[in-house]
């Protein structure tokens, strides 16, 4: 029986899922229905400004073709040369059926008095022209299409509106071209009444857009409803958004903007815009504003589909809810008694006895082979616990015996050098040439000194990640003689044998001179530390690796040193890339350093795109190490091929060379 003030797990689990998730449901179809809303008009916006660009770009392919016919119209043999009536009839006849827009009326009249000498609608003149339009002599021998003179209807330019359909409202332009006869004189005018553009109506789903054509003094030269054509812009509704609109388009905007009573009464409509170059003016600055009207019912077609469809989901939801619910508390209860009582025992007793997994859920069963298992993992991750905590230890021993080899490494540079300079302050030098060999060895000490806190710098830059290169071409056969040069004092003293392949052209790389310096006086500076009889060989050679990008074959530089030396046991090679890690401390604590070298080595390699290897066959049988490194050019190719280098003469010994 349950206690005072608690509730069955069944009646918790139903009021606490629908408690959270019906709120969330509502939530999330108001977002999704207003995210739907915003992404659809925004389709809408983009959907009607390309299609007011195209109307635009329609309007003025249509008026230059109209412009082109009409003027090669105009320098026509047959009107040229003072034909009959009749001829002149039958070539403003024919002339209608071939121009690329819909033609109203063509007229030929005489520019003086204005008499219609052949046409299509009538004899009255379509438009009064006013005069000295035109130079009365031709002078240009091709046709200039800015002698077309253009006008519309609605424009106050146009005085007479005969012989046209009453109920049209579409944009209608009249245009006229000088008639010079064969003696060059003025003589006729050719007009031409066109319907430039057609209204088409949205259909389901179609965002093309009503066309309204506004000039740019606020005029409407085309709307879908004629009663509102002629006026001016101030007259209507929304005439600051229009207004605004007008501005934006003049100025190359780009904006989308609602519209109240603009294309039906009592209808919001969306607008796209764009401007062209005005076809009644001169006028460079002069423009019309094309724009695409739709009703925002038509932007918003789907929206009521994806507002059922929302609807009906969050039901179905809820619905699923519920019934889930009421069976989970019913499938959920007993098992998870049954889970917690094995839990429970478990906890006091530390009991092996696994669960049988025997519940009608799946999750459960998962979860009674978990609670089976969880003690077997528990004794895992102590074991992992433990191993990491001798891998701290192992960490913290090597960071120790890190300082205490630094220690002893920066004191006996210090203590050679404090002891020099105070021999020499003392004066028990007895001449001055064994105070320059004591100021040379305090030299020597502290120029080790400073390599050993390079390196201690340089790897604090490589783990903060600072440590920069500056790559450039580079020879690697004068770094390997610039470094061979330096080592040669230690060589000679140790009477070690050197072993190398001197290349007869330069090899380039990319890389950092000082870097990639520093790298070799580490690899060959360890071959000499480590080397008490023998020889040092030095090689280089060039491999060609298949480029997996493209057919061609990528060179490689091959840099090994190999010497005599101690060797290194095979279990530890692994670990002298690691910084602070030298090998074995009883064999190798008399040569010295702080086993950073090949640690920033393997760092600068790297970060010059070249790599660093190490191996030995085991102790007292010599190391070798390789670096590679990418080739950008060599001597050693000629176009297309690999010549043969000859130059293997090896030098056997310091002294021959």
């Not at 006028?283 to 695409?292: D, P, Q």
């Not at 999750?363 to 616990?385: F, H, K, P």
């Not at 990319?510 to 310096?517: E, G, R």
Request: aromatic letters at 4%.
């Amino acid at each position: 029986m349950g206690k005072l003030g608690q509730s069955s797990f069944r009646r918790i689990l139903l009021s606490r899922i629908l408690l959270l998730s019906v709120p969330i449901l509502l939530v999330g179809e108001y977002v999704t229905y207003k995210k739907a809303r915003s992404a659809l008009l925004e389709t809408a916006r983009q959907n009607l400004i390309e299609s007011a660009v195209r109307k635009g770009e329609r309007i003025e392919e249509l008026i230059a073709a109209l412009k082109s016919n009409l003027m090669a119209a105009s320098q026509s043999a047959v009107l040229k040369s003072n034909s009959s009536i009749q001829s002149n009839q039958k070539f403003i006849s024919e002339l209608a059926t071939q121009l690329p827009t819909r033609i109203q009326c063509i007229q030929l009249s005489n520019f003086q008095t204005g008499q219609v000498i052949a046409g299509t609608c009538g004899d009255r003149p379509i438009i009064s022209l006013p005069p000295n339009l035109w130079t009365k002599n031709q002078t240009e021998l091709l046709p200039d299409l800015s002698n077309v003179y253009v006008t519309t209807q609605v424009s106050k330019k146009a005085i007479n509106n005969v012989n046209t359909p009453s109920n049209t409202n579409q944009l209608k332009l009249i245009l006229s071209a000088p008639v010079y006869n064969s003696a060059g004189q003025l003589q006729n005018v050719l007009t031409v009444q066109s319907i430039i553009n057609q209204q088409q109506r949205d259909l389901s789903g179609s965002l093309y857009g009503n066309t309204v054509v506004i000039d740019q003094d606020g005029t409407i030269l085309e709307h879908p409803q004629k009663e509102r054509q002629g006026k001016n812009i101030s007259q209507q509704r929304d005439a600051s958004r229009l207004e605004a609109i007008l501005r934006n388009a003049i100025n190359g905007q780009q904006y989308f903007l609602h519209l109240s009573d603009f294309q039906d009464e009592g209808v919001e409509s969306v607008v796209g815009y764009s401007a062209i170059p005005s076809p009644l003016s001169k006028e460079k600055n002069r423009k019309w504003v094309i724009l695409a009207v739709a009703n925002i019912d038509s932007a918003l077609y789907r929206l009521e589909e994806i507002k059922q469809v929302l609807l009906m989901l969050t039901l179905g939801l809820i619905a699923a809810i519920l019934l889930a619910t009421l069976y989970l508390s019913r499938d959920l209860a007993r098992p998870l008694e049954q889970l917690g009582d094995y839990a429970l025992n478990v906890g006091k007793d530390r009991s092996t006895v696994k669960i049988t997994p025997t519940f009608k859920i799946s999750e459960l069963n998962q979860l009674s082979e978990s609670l089976d298992s969880m003690v077997g993992r528990l004794t895992i991750w102590a074991e992992e616990l433990e191993n990491a905590w001798k891998e701290a230890q192992t960490a913290n021993k090597l960071k120790t015996e890190f300082l205490a080899n630094t220690s002893h490494e920066l004191r006996t540079p210090l203590n050679a050098i404090i002891g020099c300079i105070r021999l020499v302050r003392d004066g028990c030098c007895d001449d001055r040439e064994e105070e320059l060999d004591l100021l040379q060895k305090a030299d020597d000490a502290a120029i080790h000194l400073l390599h050993i806190i390079n390196d201690i710098l340089d790897l604090s830059k490589i783990e903060s990640g600072t440590l920069s290169v500056v790559m450039r071409p580079v020879d690697v056969r004068s770094i390997l003689k610039e470094v061979i040069d330096l080592q040669m004092v230690h060589i000679n003293q140790k009477g070690l044998q050197l072993l190398f392949t001197v290349p007869e052209q330069p090899i380039i790389v990319q890389a950092d001179p000082a870097k990639l310096k520093q790298v070799f006086l580490n690899v060959i500076g360890n071959a000499v530390k480590f080397t008490e009889k023998g020889s040092i060989t030095i090689t280089t050679t060039l491999e060609s690796i298949p480029s997996k990008q493209t057919n061609n074959n990528n060179y490689w530089v091959l840099v090994k040193v190999k010497d005599t030396g101690i060797g290194i046991p095979v279990e530890e090679q692994k670990k002298l890339f690691r910084p602070f890690v030298m090998a074995d401390g009883t064999r190798t604590r008399k040569y010295g350093g702080t086993g950073l070298g090949l640690a920033i080595s393997r760092k600068i390699m790297a970060l010059m795109e070249g790599t660093i290897n190490l191996h030995s066959p085991g102790v007292d049988l010599g190391t070798t190490l390789e670096i590679s490194m990418p080739i950008v050019s060599s001597g050693f190719f000629t176009t297309g091929t690999e010549s043969s280098t000859d130059n293997k003469a090896e030098v056997p010994s310091v002294s021959e060379r």
